[in-house]
RNA sequence: GCCGGAGUGGCGGAAUCGGUAGACGCAGGGGACUUAAAAUCCCCUUCCCGCAGGGGAGUCCGGGUUCGAGUCCCGGCUCCGGCACCA
């Protein structure tokens, strides 16, 4: 056993160890083994998509925080579920399996097995045994059989939906391939083209998604984004009857209803279904060139801002339902314009250019009336400024409600039109459906059948998993049908329930499925029976911290609460959410480099030189850029090699010390070797370099107690004041500053040799271990403890020892330091400001003190004229 | 434009309730040990003036509240992230 702290001995036997005898395999309630006085604790990753690159540095920052605080939670006694798995199936393992000629199913494995050996070496304190992969049948059986519920529920149909189709590449691409209209390999133009997709209704579940966000403790921007991604406004429905095409109107959805006398003209989208009916014949000409060159253009040329609103007048007209027909000011103008979008409300709009920017902005153009309906709060400019006032204000020229408030003009509006029928009360939102079907092959098979009378069963629960056939020729179809299409003997099958003919659905679903209910089978992976054991569920939901990147704020984790608010409704799951905390860590950047002619220059070739950067082979000047580590910047660090260099422990320390686990950080190779140092100098602390003892002699089993007096009165206060800054650090995860202040009480003890006590040392390792966890155990055991540390008590800071009894009493006069004194803990005010007084004799001099304010502990300000 | 967040030394960052700005670390400078190097240990390192004791300024900018402001209030600037013609 060397005495000399060396991590590539250290680290690679405990990781061996925790494997060996399961350290941290938690059992379910009812197995052998499992405490019920013990609270729960579920801390989650995101689980990664196992990529063929490997892991970067900047991966493993949410890992490690999540890891820190599991290892602290076992010590103070809960039984923590930690575990870890495989985001297996969807495009990017698909794309990757084309590239390199090799079959999903074996790069899969490949990449699976590489992750699981990078995450082993950072010493991550998963349950292994719980390990679960999204494109294993086992598992996607259970995403089926959920998916067959919310068949069940009526919230899954099809439709006639476009998507994305490249001729070039004679394939369709999914939204995230096609950036600008373009496929992302390739660069090759994409035309939308509709084809009968799977969708999920989750826009019944708008409402409760939106309002049970109050129930979480999510950062607020993610709150805010899925609010915004909903999209929730609340209005009404208006009817206008159309002017000369009897039995014929045009419905519009507003969130002011109140304006409706000031709607001087309709704008409908190009798209709309009653614009045949509406444009009158010496105008269709025109009105049929300008959807033309509508539907001609890319969304991203219809949604882009800087461009002028254009339209046309259709030659239509529709009235307004609160005024009497026969009145001139009823009838209003309808125009085609195409900065109403079909896809939201009902395609068509009543304008009020007074009180809305667009329509502003388009009366202005087009020489359109404004009409003043809102009169603005006095001091705020409004129409008669100039300006179009949007705010709210009180009803003018409106007839009926005229002088009410916004508010209350809202609601009058909304009964009068009911009264005649002409509108109701109505919430839009933005959310859409959700489109879950996927012309590929990597993906978990629909179970359902098509039966030849055109009707579609679902495969029952005993004949799950549908499983995903074994192809050869996996790439999708030059005429755009699924790869699955053309797996003849799979396709073709029977209806289990009347014996009959059936074929299977083609497509598959999208790389969201299986993170959809992931947090769920790892409370049970083992059962084959349900999902999930319903007592382990009653037990380990929800989860109540999960860490990942904020890529995720919409996206997975609002699919991953609509399926479980389905579940719950089911009774499936006891809770109304799945992730009771959510955190989300920062990004990693990292420097790349550039030369003169902007060629990129890989970082491991650049040396640093009083600030300025140049290329090592040729001496040369390089430019420095910060960016998020990719290969194509050149700039990618792999943990591998730290570790291999400075250890697991260090590389653990240095992801955390950098900044607070929320904000981006920026890697830097050399920063790491101040924690290397630092764990060096821990080593030595405990175990004397040249001895041959495990630990110092003082610090050994059985080494007489020592009284608390002297230098080692002050590491004991030293050690107490670290508990308490570490375990204020658990609040925010800002393990960064848990750090400093272990690294503090280092030195303070490295300032004192021969002074720390053995029952010192063994806290300080403790309270290390959750950051630090192979060095920690290797001391522990030194120290001679035969279990692990992972459940040995964690330490608590004693608030007898938090303060000296002596201060360092700040003396200002007129709020700026003049002087220090040590004063005693417990002085009276009287005593400080005498103590004071004699500290800033000189700046008292021939001044008068007005006042004195005293800080007890702190400090003492005069104030003098 | 709207929403969310942030601006502190050469760098990453710290600072409880409004109470010593710059903890801890990196980088840099000086020294000890060594034949030498590495490692280790000690000292210095916000800026300006001064040989020094010491003094002045300073937390994006401008105001304000207060005995006292990095922290609170008002106005502005910059940067990062999200949304973006959603009626």
Same mark, same amino acid.
């Given at each position: 056993m060397s005495n000399v702290y060396d991590p590539r001995e250290i680290e690679p036997r405990w990781q061996a160890h925790w494997l060996e005898h399961r350290t941290f395999a938690v059992p379910n309630p009812g197995r052998p083994g499992f405490d019920p006085s013990r609270p729960k604790y579920y801390v989650l990753d995101m689980f990664p998509y196992?990529?063929?690159?490997?892991?970067?540095?900047?991966?493993?920052?949410?890992?490690?925080?999540?890891?820190?605080?599991?290892?602290?939670?076992?010590?103070?006694?809960?039984?923590?579920?930690?575990?870890?798995?495989?985001?297996?199936?969807?495009?990017?393992?698909?794309?990757?399996?084309?590239q390199t000629g090799k079959h999903p199913k074996e790069t899969t494995a490949a990449n699976v097995a590489n992750?699981?050996?990078q995450l082993r070496l950072i010493g991550l304190s998963y349950d292994w045994d719980r390990e679960v992969n999204t494109s294993d049948p086992?598992?996607?059986?259970?995403?089926?059989?959920?998916?067959?519920? =919310?068949? @069940?529920?009526?919230?899954?149909?099809? $439709?006639?939906?476009?998507? /994305?189709?490249?001729?070039?590449?004679?394939?369709?691409?999914?939204?995230?391939?096609?950036?600008?209209?373009?496929?992302?390999?390739?660069?090759?133009?994409?035309?939308?083209?509709?084809?009968?997709?799977?969708?999920f209704r989750i826009t019944a579940y708008a409402d409760r998604l939106a309002d049970?966000?109050? =129930?979480? @403790?999510?950062?607020?921007?993610?709150? $805010?984004?899925?609010?915004? /991604?909903?999209?929730?406004?609340?209005?009404?429905?208006?009817?206008?009857?159309?002017?000369?095409?009897?039995?014929?109107?045009?419905?519009?959805?507003?969130?002011?209803?109140?304006?409706?006398?000031?709607?001087?003209?309709m704008v409908v989208a190009p798209e709309h279904p009653l614009l045949r009916r509406i444009a009158t014949s010496d105008r269709r000409a025109e009105v049929n060139a300008y959807v033309a060159a509508a539907s001609s253009k890319s969304d991203l040329e219809r949604t882009d801002l800087a461009k002028e609103k254009t339209g046309v007048f259709t030659g239509g007209h529709a009235l307004n339902p609160l005024l009497d027909p026969a009145d001139p000011r009823a009838r209003i103008p309808v125009f085609v314009a195409d900065y109403v979008l079909i896809s939201y409300g009902t395609g068509a709009i009543m304008a009020v250019p007074g009180h809305d920017e667009r329509d502003f902005e388009f009366a202005k153009k087009y020489g359109l009336p404004v009409v003043e309906v809102v009169r603005p709060p006095a001091g705020t400019p409004g129409l008669a400024d100039g300006v179009c006032f949007t705010g709210d204000g009180t009803a003018v020229n409106s007839g009926p409600i005229d002088g009410l408030p916004t508010p209350e003009a809202k609601a009058k509006t909304i009964r009068l039109l009911e009264e005649r029928r002409a509108g109701s009360p109505k919430t839009q939102y933005r959310l859409r459906d959700w489109l879950f079907s996927r012309q590929r092959y990597w993906g978990e098979p629909f179970p359902l059948l098509h039966l030849e009378d055109g009707t579609v069963v679902r495969v029952p629960d005993d004949r799950l998993p549908v499983e995903l056939p074994e192809m050869k020729d996996f790439t999708p179809s030059a005429d755009g049908s699924p790869p699955l299409a053309r797996a003849r003997q799979w396709l073709s099958t029977t209806d289990p329930a009347t014996g009959r003919p059936a074929r299977r659905d083609t497509d598959t679903m999208p790389g969201w499925a299986g993170s959809c209910w992931y947090w769920l089978r790892f409370m049970d992976p083992w059962s084959d029976e349900a999902p999930f054991a319903p007592d382990a569920e009653r037990y380990w939901g929800p989860v109540d911290l999960y860490i990942g990147g904020v890529t995720h704020a919409v996206l997975h984790l609002l699919y991953a609460r609509f399926w479980h608010k389905v579940l719950h409704d089911l009774g499936v799951v006891s809770t109304p959410e799945p992730f009771q905390r959510l955190f989300n860590q920062g990004l990693l950047v990292a420097?790349?480099?550039?030369?003169?002619?902007?060629?990129?220059?890989?970082?491991?070739?650049?040396?640093?030189v009083a600030g300025k950067s140049f290329r090592r082979s040729t001496g040369q000047e390089v430019r420095q850029i910060v960016a998020t580590m990719s290969k194509s910047l050149r700039n990618v660090v792999n943990p591998d090699d730290v570790i291999a260099e400075n250890g697991a422990d260090a590389f653990r320390l240095y992801e955390m010390f950098m900044a607070p686990l929320a904000d981006q950080r920026s890697w830097s190779s050399r920063g790491i070797s101040g924690c290397r140092r630092f764990l060096d100098r821990v080593f030595r602390l405990l175990v004397e370099p040249d001895g041959s003892?495990?630990?110092?002699?003082?610090?050994?089993?059985?080494?007489?107690?020592?009284?608390?007096?002297?230098?080692?009165?002050?590491?004991?206060?030293?050690?107490?004041?670290?508990?308490?800054?570490?375990?204020?650090?658990?609040?925010?995860?800002?393990?960064?500053?848990?750090?400093?202040?272990?690294?503090?009480?280092?030195?303070?003890?490295?300032?004192?040799?021969?002074?720390?006590?053995?029952?010192?040392?063994?806290?300080?390792?403790?309270?290390?271990?959750?950051?630090?966890?192979?060095?920690?155990?290797?001391?522990?055991?030194r120290l001679g403890h035969a279990e692990s540390i992972a459940r040995a008590e964690w330490p608590k800071a004693d608030p007898a020892y938090l303060e000296d009894e002596t201060f360092e009493l700040v003396v200002q006069v007129l709020g700026k330091v003049r002087g220090k004194v040590t004063a005693p803990r417990g002085a009276g005010e009287g005593d400080l400001k005498s103590l004071a007084r004699g500290a800033v004799e000189k700046w008292l001099e021939g001044k008068q003190v007005v006042k004195a304010i005293v800080v007890p502990g702190r400090l003492v300000n005069f104030v003098v004229r």
């Open positions: 196992p990529s063929g690159a490997g892991l970067h540095v900047g991966h493993p920052i949410g890992y490690i925080g999540s890891d820190i605080v599991a290892r602290r939670k076992r010590m103070e006694g809960c039984n923590v579920l930690h575990p870890m798995g495989w985001d297996a199936f969807g495009l990017p393992a698909e794309q990757y399996a084309i992750f699981r050996r086992a598992y996607y059986r259970w995403t089926q059989w959920i998916f067959t519920r =919310l068949y @069940d529920q009526g919230l899954v149909y099809q $439709a006639d939906v476009p998507v /994305w189709w490249c001729e070039e590449l004679k394939t369709v691409l999914a939204n995230e391939e096609v950036i600008n209209g373009r496929s992302e390999r390739g660069n090759y133009p994409c035309v939308r083209r509709p084809l009968k997709q799977w969708m049970d966000l109050d =129930l979480l @403790d999510w950062p607020e921007s993610v709150k $805010a984004m899925q609010r915004e /991604w909903i999209g929730r406004s609340r209005g009404a429905d208006i009817v206008f009857p159309l002017a000369g095409v009897p039995g014929e109107s045009l419905t519009v959805f507003t969130t002011r209803p109140d304006t409706l006398f000031g709607a001087t003209f420097p790349a480099y550039m030369d003169g002619t902007d060629r990129l220059v890989p970082a491991d070739e650049v040396d640093e003892d495990p630990v110092r002699p003082e610090l050994g089993q059985g080494a007489p107690a020592r009284p608390l007096e002297g230098p080692t009165l002050e590491l004991e206060r030293a050690l107490n004041r670290m508990l308490k800054r570490v375990d204020e650090s658990f609040v925010e995860f800002n393990f960064n500053t848990a750090i400093a202040a272990m690294m503090t009480f280092v030195n303070d003890a490295s300032e004192r040799p021969g002074s720390l006590t053995r029952s010192q040392a063994e806290r300080f390792v403790q309270a290390l271990s959750p950051f630090a966890p192979h060095i920690a155990e290797e001391l522990w055991q």
